[in-house]
């Protein structure tokens, strides 16, 4: 199946940082997007990674990917309460010939002051 | 760049009404834009895609006779919601790609709209 799976919620404390993990399923996808969505608002692009490399880091964002565990993962360092907010992992299976997101299931990220 | 916008954010109606929803590239022209769903604390549903001057391709499970999409031009598609009833009542959210930009296949998406159905 076409299942996209994240942690529901993760609560860490200001100046920490942050771990939110993706499993997604299909390994055809090209590239694996994060979206970061506030409460009443879209999803905002955060940052995305290519299938064939590892890890990419944009400022205080770090994707690392393990493509033979189909495992996603954002690291926000030094988490502030503005990150507060659902953070959902995408792909595209190439397979399925469309562009149409996969989207996994949010998590819900809390960040304490 | 790369701004989506949605009107109206917010919107509340009689039950038997219908409503419509539109979406907007405001830089840029969009090959396919794609309808969604959310329910509350819920991820987002996959209700249709829509690539202009043809006709909206729906996900299974959704009904095209009460959802119509139309996607006129390369920056505006809209969502009419017909007969609304209180089930229909959630955010829908509109999202854009250009098939350009650094992977081609990212999509932009609008603030969405509430939709609240009396």
């Known amino acids: 199946g076409e299942d996209v799976e994240q942690s529901l919620f993760l609560s860490v404390r200001e100046g920490d940082s942050s771990v939110i993990n993706c499993t997604y399923t299909?390994?055809?996808?090209?590239?694996l997007y994060w979206y970061k969505q506030e409460p009443g608002a879209g999803l905002q692009l955060l940052t995305y990674i290519f299938s064939n490399m590892d890890m990419k880091q944009d400022q205080r964002l770090t994707v690392l990917l393990n493509k033979k565990d189909k495992h996603l993962s954002l690291r926000i360092a030094d988490t502030q309460t503005g990150d507060s907010a659902i953070y959902f992992c995408?792909?595209?299976?190439?397979?399925?010939?469309?562009?149409?997101?996969?989207f996994g299931t949010g998590t819900r990220l809390k960040v304490l002051a | 760049g790369a701004v989506v916008s949605q009107h109206p954010s917010w919107v509340i109606c009689k039950s038997g009404t219908s409503v419509k929803i539109e979406c907007r590239s405001l830089?840029?022209?969009?090959?396919?834009m794609f309808w969604y769903r959310q329910f509350p604390k819920q991820s987002l549903m996959l209700m249709a895609t829509?690539?202009?001057?043809?006709?909206?391709?729906?996900e299974q499970g959704v009904e095209k006779d009460k959802f119509l999409i139309n996607h006129a031009s390369l920056t505006l598609s809209t969502l009419t919601v017909t007969s609304a009833h209180p089930e229909d009542s959630s955010f829908y959210i509109c999202?854009?790609?250009?098939?350009?930009?650094?992977?081609?296949?990212?999509?932009?998406f609008g603030p969405g709209t509430r939709l609240t159905v009396l």
């Open positions: 829509s690539n202009e001057g043809s006709k909206a391709t729906y």
């Open positions: 830089d840029f022209q969009a090959t396919t």
């Open positions: 999202s854009a790609r250009s098939g350009e930009g650094a992977t081609g296949g990212e999509q932009f």
């Open positions: 995408a792909e595209i299976p190439t397979t399925s010939g469309t562009y149409k997101y996969i």
């Open positions: 299909d390994s055809s996808s090209t590239y």
